[in-house]
């Protein structure tokens, strides 16, 4: 396809965006929007973009698909001036948010202009950020979910899909209230709950300072996703306040059932809750889902100097990428000390061969 592409935010998604669309339209036109001129610049030279922009008030007119790539409040800020602008007939403006409410609501006007605005959400990240990060296949096998407007030309549809194609994602079409009500729960919330389990197990810390060395583990392992930028997921929380309120209410009165069990230590209760808990996660899809998966291969290796660069120089020679590496203190499930984490299960699976090929350390994962 042919045109001119606006992407405003030149971060991880932005850039990954701009690297899958100039993979599959090669005759398009990229044109970078940032707040910094450095990223800009960094874009432009990585060959992420072709061009750096001047402003959104003289480069929204040129676009024929322009795309947010920014914090939600920010997106909903630039969208309520975007109708005022000259823009095309034919232009397509979407956006990456991980909320759409407030987002569709401030597109409004843009609707009434004549002009097509399609949410979108590509559920997918990395705990890496910046252009630097970006990568062409960042959404491979992800979902990328879209909210149109109701009544929405399906051709328009298409023709956004179509755009998108490079990212290799698997998009599915949302409500704008449903998608809310479906990220709040399986990522915003999670988000909020581990958070808050950090922070309690901080000041639990004081108290046994023993902990802190035993949470290197299976612990921070399932908190993961509290390293999350704190910026980001204020502006997610409050974006999504009215629906995480409801959600909060649900999980405080779980708790409390919990807390009830304990105090009349009712076995059968209790197992039930555990019970149903597996059953129903066991069922679920192993793909990517809300919350970017990461992929962990555990390897047993000697206590020497230089053994973390020896399996690293392993998977450099086959140009395997991994996204971190640790030394496990203590874990209780996990006998190995050496700890590696893919993007993606093709990674782990060539790592673990090819560590396995060039050594005799034993490499197993959790399934």
């Known amino acids: 396809m042919k045109g001119n592409v606006v992407i405003v935010g030149l971060g991880l998604i932005g850039g990954s965006i701009a690297l899958a669309i100039r993979e599959q339209h090669q005759e398009a036109h990229i044109i970078g929007l940032d707040v910094s001129m450095r990223t800009l610049e960094t ?96 959404f491979e096998n992800a979902y990328y979910l879209l909210t149109p407007f109701e009544g929405e030309d399906e051709k ?20 704008p209230a449903e998608h809310d009500e479906i990220t709040g729960m399986l990522s915003h919330l999670p988000h909020i709950i581990a958070a808050a389990l950090v922070r309690q197990t901080e000041g639990f810390t004081h108290l046994h300072p023993n902990a802190f060395q035993l949470a290197a583990g299976g612990f921070r392992d399932i908190t993961r996703i509290a390293s999350s930028d704190p910026r980001m997921w204020t502006d997610i929380s409050l974006s999504n306040q009215n629906v995480l ?12 059932e919990a807390l009830q069990m304990l105090r009349t230590g009712d076995s059968q209760a209790i197992y039930q809750f555990f ?28 206590d020497y100097p ?58 197993y994962y959790e399934e």
């Open 43 to 138: 874009g432009l030279e990585l060959g992420v973009i072709d061009e750096i922009g001047e402003s959104l008030l003289i480069d929204a007119k040129r676009a024929d698909l322009l795309i947010f790539c920014c914090p939600v409040k920010e997106t909903e800020a630039l969208l309520r001036h975007l109708p005022k602008l000259k823009l095309k007939d034919t232009l397509i403006v979407t956006d990456t948010g991980s909320t759409k409410a407030g987002i569709m609501s401030c597109a409004e006007k843009l609707k009434e202009r004549g002009i097509t605005f399609i949410g979108g959400h590509p559920m997918a990240g990395s705990h890496k950020s910046g252009v630097t990060a970006a990568k062409r296949l960042l």
């Open 306 to 363: 230089g053994i973390i660069s020896e399996v690293t120089g392993y998977l450099a020679k086959w140009e395997i990428s991994l996204t971190n590496l640790k030394i496990l203190e203590t874990r209780e499930d996990i006998f190995g000390i050496l700890q590696i984490t893919f993007q993606t299960e093709e990674d782990r699976s060539r790592a673990k061969a090819c560590i396995e090929e060039q050594s005799d350390f034993l490499c």
């Open 156 to 175: 328009r549809v298409s023709e956004l899909r179509a755009w998108l194609s490079g990212t290799s994602a698997k998009f599915l079409r949302l409500s």
């Open 245 to 256: 309120m409801g959600q909060l209410k649900s999980w405080k009165l779980a708790m409390e």
């Open 275 to 302: 019970d149903e808990a597996k059953e129903f996660r066991d069922t679920l899809p192993v793909h990517k889902g809300a919350i970017p998966a990461f992929y962990d291969l555990f390897v047993d290796v000697p």
